[in-house]
């Protein structure tokens, strides 16, 4: 490896702007000077110490005086260099999610999956005796870099009268994602040279998540059971986050648990043009049943699964904040909703009665805002005809006018895994973290060696419309 290299990678363990640190590298010396040693031990120690771990965190002293006994944020980032063998290609691959009501067998079964060794250990990845899973590298970096107790990224906006009739405040979500081997295999293939990544390795044929990736991700939110009555009970972690979704300046708060995510690379997907099946949870709180700590985890009630956008359904219908009921579109096949009220709080879902969380926009949907993920990002996630429309006295969507219009089309039709949404990019497949992950680290390349790449002038000049910032604006509200 040439000097330069080394000094790049000595300037990245120190970030300027952000606080970067390791209670490990700051007590143990030897391990501080491993980033400018440039012995082979040096090196052989940063092959499993790549990437910082968080972007965001109080002090080491005010964290060891307040928060006596805890342990900070760790990226799991010792990606495999190996395939996974068939063995380990999860037990669901033989639920048929799509016939009848089995989805809700495989969309159980993949929490389980997901939770084996990981309630004891409280989600920390690098204590999980069952199963490896890791962390996506770089998101440290930016406004929205994650904090250092638990690695939740700042992630959206949660609009009023979103969850809840109660809640009229705004909100936000912070979020930590977590792959499997077969994922982290391909992170592997992406970052070995942690700087200069290879954005083709999500993309076919060659490249792309592997069949058996699983990818699940925990959303965390500062509303609280005074507005969102299913968050009672709550699911608890600390968060350094900013005071408010417009806010810069960071606070410790408790988040509650709200929803959980995954995305699985199945190949019965293919069928039907996609490859993938996205499914979803929301936390109620009110089953709680006595539960303490990590197990409150099993709250989540599964909302439904999507393993394609069902082009052919143009039901222009969308279930208008606040949403009182889950109104279930018996028309879509691609889309399975869980019926069962005495379970599931009220949903709004995504457009058409597509598949969405509580914390997403009820205009997209899971599938089709994933399907955008590539490099560079130049498609927007959500189109702006998600943002016209009729709304009712209280500035509240109700309908869509100008779902005829070609974006909005090709937001809602089927993408095959591992294909760029625009031409011109590289496809992330599916992966928005991987698609961020690699525009943060470009970043920082350009801040770092002052340059240019030409793709920096490929980003078409359109907003990112993400989460709920153009209701907000509508509303005329912060
Ligand atoms: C409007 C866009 C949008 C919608 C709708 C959306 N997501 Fe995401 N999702 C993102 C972005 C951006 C990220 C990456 C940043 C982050 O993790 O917060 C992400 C991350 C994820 C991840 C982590 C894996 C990865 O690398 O992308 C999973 C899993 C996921 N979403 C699943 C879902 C599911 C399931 C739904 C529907 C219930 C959904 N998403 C709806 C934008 C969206």
């Known amino acids: 490896m040439s000097i330069q290299k080394w000094i790049l990678i000595a300037v990245w363990a120190i970030f300027g702007g952000t606080v970067v640190f390791s209670l490990k590298s700051c007590i143990d010396s030897t391990e501080a000077q491993a980033t400018t040693d440039h012995s082979t031990s040096a090196a052989a120690r940063f092959v499993n110490n790549k990437f910082p771990d968080f972007g965001q965190m109080i002090s080491p002293k005010d964290f060891s005086e307040q928060y006596p006994g805890e342990e900070v944020f760790k990226l799991k980032q010792d990606y495999p260099l190996d395939m996974p063998p068939d063995s380990e290609i999860p037990p669901f691959f033989d639920i048929p999610f799509d016939e009848g009501d089995q989805w809700m067998d495989y969309a159980k079964a993949v929490r389980d999956y997901c939770f084996e060794g990981m309630i004891e250990v409280d989600f920390d990845a690098n204590k999980n005796e069952k199963r490896q899973w890791y962390h996506m590298p770089w998101m440290h970096w930016g406004d929205q870099a994650t904090e250092g107790f638990n690695g939740l990224a700042k992630e959206a906006q949660i609009s009023p009268l979103q969850l809840t009739p109660e809640q009229t405040d705004a909100h936000q979500v ?39 990736t699983v990818i699940f991700k925990l959303l965390f939110t500062d509303a609280d059971e005074s507005q969102v009555d299913y968050l009672t009970n709550p699911f608890v972690w600390n968060g350094y986050v900013t005071r408010t979704w417009s806010d810069s300046v960071r606070v410790v708060k408790p988040m509650q648990l709200i929803q959980m995510d995954f995305m699985v690379r199945d190949p019965r997907a293919d069928q039907y043009g996609t490859g993938w099946v996205f499914g979803t949870y929301c936390y109620n709180g009110k089953l ?27 039901t222009n219908f969308i279930n208008p904040y606040p949403p009182l009921r889950t109104i279930i579109n018996p028309n879509l096949q691609q889309t399975r909703i869980n019926p069962d009220s005495t379970q599931l709080p009220p ?33 927007a996630l959500v189109p702006a005809e998600a943002f016209i429309g009729i709304k009712n006295k209280n500035g509240v969507m109700v309908k869509l006018t100008e779902t005829d219009a070609p974006e909005w089309k090709k937001y809602y039709t089927n993408l095959r895994c591992g294909t760029p949404y625009d031409s011109e990019a590289t496809s992330c497949d599916f992966s928005l973290q991987v698609s961020l992950a690699l525009e943060y680290f470009y970043q920082w390349k350009s801040q770092d060696e002052a340059g240019q790449w030409y793709h920096d002038f490929l980003q078409a000049d359109r907003p990112i419309h993400r989460g709920a910032s153009e209701h907000l604006k509508a509303l005329n509200m912060k």
Not at 291 to 314: F, S
Request: with cysteine; glycine share 14%; net charge negative.
């Open 174 to 212: 912070y979020a930590l994602g977590f792959y499997n081997s077969f994922a982290g295999y391909t992170l592997a293939q992406m970052w070995q040279d942690p700087i200069n990544p290879n954005p083709a390795a999500t993309q076919a044929p060659e490249g792309g998540f592997p069949v058996g």
């Open 347 to 379: 949903q709004h879902l995504g457009w058409g009665g597509r598949l969405d969380g509580p914390v997403d926009l009820n205009t997209a949907s899971c599938m089709s805002c994933h399907a955008t993920a590539e490099f560079p990002q130049i498609g």
């Open 288 to 314: 709680n049943e006595g539960k303490t700590g990590a197990a409150r985890a099993e709250n989540l009630v599964p909302v439904g699964i999507q393993w394609g956008n069902d082009p052919q359904d143009t």
